[in-house]
């Protein structure tokens, strides 16, 4: 698809993240909720949980998640 970057459209779900810097992109915090929804077969609530807990320096993240 012509204009994107380095995104993949998934229907009907949705997990944008925010944080320190250009540090957030390279922990690919959305990415990885989704790989732990996928591959682990956690929920969407553990996955995010376990992510931004278990990934990302404490108070350095956040996410939102559909």
């Not at 970057?5 to 989704?34: H, L, M, N, Q, Y």
Request: hydrophobic share 40%; charged share 25%.
């Amino acid at each position: 698809m012509v204009g994107r970057i380095g995104d993949t459209p998934i229907i009907v779900c949705a997990v944008s993240a925010t944080g320190k810097g250009e540090s957030i992109i390279r922990a690919t915090v959305a990415r990885d909720v989704a790989e732990k929804m996928e591959y682990k077969g956690l929920s969407l609530k553990d996955a995010a949980a376990y992510t931004i807990e278990e990934c990302t320096p404490r108070g350095t993240a956040g996410l939102i998640a559909v």
